[in-house]
């Protein structure tokens, strides 16, 4: 079950893009796996991809495109990830653009594929072509809520949220739950404001939220081969456009974006696969950004450290060896201080004078938890957010392909 998972709140339209979801039976008949958005002509597009070198055959051909082509309809199938596929891949992905781009009156690369699923089968793209006259036909601008479950794979929930400014809306969803540790943006997400932006300030607002948000989240460890967020602006707000990524008027929609990414982000990590704990690692008191961030995931990939949260174990030490094992060279353990929320565990390279395991473990037993290490060697302070390791997890992805 996810931990504390709002439910899906209302998802406001965004003036300027419709979007529908049909079933076309990609992996298994009935199941909701085809999401069609339709952008408005003028609109402005960003996106990031991930960073594996091992790149899905639709991240390749969307980048080409978007690179291109002013994108007018962003296609999303789930139940086949077409990573994998070689050269065949990348035809099967071309020609499910070139189907919906006939279909839409547009040219081939004004179309961006995304694909999420099972790695290293063949794609259908002939059930994709043969689905898409029906998802075309039912593009509305309230279709947001069915494409939050249309994009999902071993998700339990929908992820979406909304925020409304002085004189635009913004609108995300987000799908992801297991191969999760961003190496750019996220699993896929995909966000819409009426707001008119111009292409690079929109692609730097993104870019600042993405670092704080996405790049910022790990279940497992494992950077996925299709990640994609895409970020865009319809101008159909009719306000002036932001052409100024330091303006007033940049600065706060860049706050909002930022906050609703991180709410995203957080609903992935409290959906990961087998997740009983929500987990925030915050590092203080490092030197710079890069080192913070080294120690704060060496405790969120630790499988030792991952399995105690899940028994509710206190196991300080397993905290103590991760960061030492960092990478920070130079690192002097004694002016490390440990914290479990306010219980303060270690100090000065041992157990801190009065602790208690029963205080330890009155922590460990939350569902959501604070792991704080103070390095004691600088002013830099970087956060990420992760989950346990269950003995759901294990059964979820030894059973995925079946």
């Known amino acids: 079950m996810p931990v504390n998972l709002p439910p899906l709140p209302e998802l406001l339209p965004v003036a300027g893009i419709r979007c529908a979801t049909v ?4 992996r298994k008949p009935g199941r909701r796996d085809l999401v069609l958005f339709e952008l408005a002509a003028g609109a402005t597009v960003a996106a ?9 055959a639709p991240v390749q051909v969307a980048e080409r495109h978007l690179a291109a082509a002013a994108p007018r309809y962003l296609l999303i199938n789930t139940g086949n990830a077409n990573a994998g596929t070689g ?20 040219d081939t690369e004004a179309v961006l594929p995304y694909s999420t699923g099972v790695i290293g089968e063949p794609l259908p793209a002939e059930r994709i072509v ?7 036909a039912a593009l509305a601008e309230d279709g947001w809520k069915d494409a939050a479950h249309g994009i999902m794979t071993t998700d339990t929930a929908a992820k979406g949220a909304s925020l409304r400014g002085d004189s635009w809306v913004l609108t995300g969803i987000s799908k992801g739950a297991g191969m999760i540790r961003p190496d750019m943006a996220t699993m896929l997400a995909f966000l819409a404001t009426d707001a008119a932006i111009a292409q690079p300030v ?10 704080s948000s996405f790049n910022r989240i790990t279940v497992d460890g494992d950077t996925s081969t299709n990640d994609a967020v895409t970020l865009v602006a319809t101008g159909a707000a009719g306000g002036a456009p932001i052409n100024d990524p330091d303006s007033a008027e940049a600065q706060a929609f860049g706050t909002a974006l930022t906050a609703l990414c991180i709410d995203l982000a957080h609903a992935i990590v409290r959906d990961g696969e087998g997740a009983t704990r929500f987990v925030t690692v915050r590092i203080e008191g490092a030197k710079s950004s890069q080192e913070a961030l080294a120690a704060a995931y060496a405790i969120a990939h630790s499988p030792l450290v991952k399995t105690a949260l899940f028994a509710g174990d206190p196991n300080w030490g397993r905290l103590l060896a991760a960061i030492g094992r960092a990478g920070i060279d130079d690192l002097d353990v004694t002016g490390v201080s440990l914290f479990l929320d306010d219980v303060c565990i270690a100090v000065e390279g041992g157990v801190a004078p009065g602790y208690k395991e029963a205080d330890g473990a009155r922590v460990m037993a939350r569902p959501e938890i604070l792991i704080r290490a103070d390095l004691g060697r600088g002013d830099v302070t970087e956060t990420v957010w992760t989950t346990d ?14």
């Open 23 to 26: 079933s076309a039976g990609v």
């Open 48 to 56: 990031m991809f991930t960073r594996n070198r091992f790149r899905a």
């Open 87 to 106: 050269a065949g891949g990348l035809t099967s992905a071309l020609a499910c653009c070139a189907a919906a781009a006939v279909i839409g009156g547009v």
């Open 130 to 136: 043969a689905g898409l006259p029906a998802v075309f």
């Open 202 to 211: 929109l692609d730097h607002l993104l870019r600042e939220a993405v670092e």
């Open 389 to 402: 390791l269950s003995y759901d997890y294990v059964k979820i992805n030894a059973e995925y392909r079946s």
